[in-house]
């Protein structure tokens, strides 16, 4: 089973695109992506690796998905 403290940003921007979501731009060292209906847009750090579990709980939160939902998503990938 996979944990949200150990996703790489390949598997992070995977969920995202399979979520729907779009790459809006890429600014220093971070991608900022969007979908309508969210609350706020999805923005992390590229040179981060793994992406820290904080960063991903705020952005199931912005998503309105749970965590289940999203490890589903991850393990389907």
């Known amino acids: 089973m996979k944990k949200l403290s150990n996703i790489t940003i390949k598997e992070f921007r995977a969920a995202l695109e399979k979520l729907g979501l779009t790459l809006m ?3 220093g060292g971070h991608e ?6 969210l609350k706020r847009t999805i923005v992390f750090q590229t040179h ?3 992406l820290p579990e904080f960063v ?4 199931l939160r912005d998503m309105g998905i749970s965590r289940q939902e999203f490890i589903d998503i991850l393990e389907s990938l």
């Open 48 to 50: 981060v690796e793994p």
């Open 32 to 37: 900022i992506w969007t979908k309508s209906g």
């Open 25 to 27: 731009r890429v600014s």
């Open 56 to 59: 991903v709980k705020n952005a």
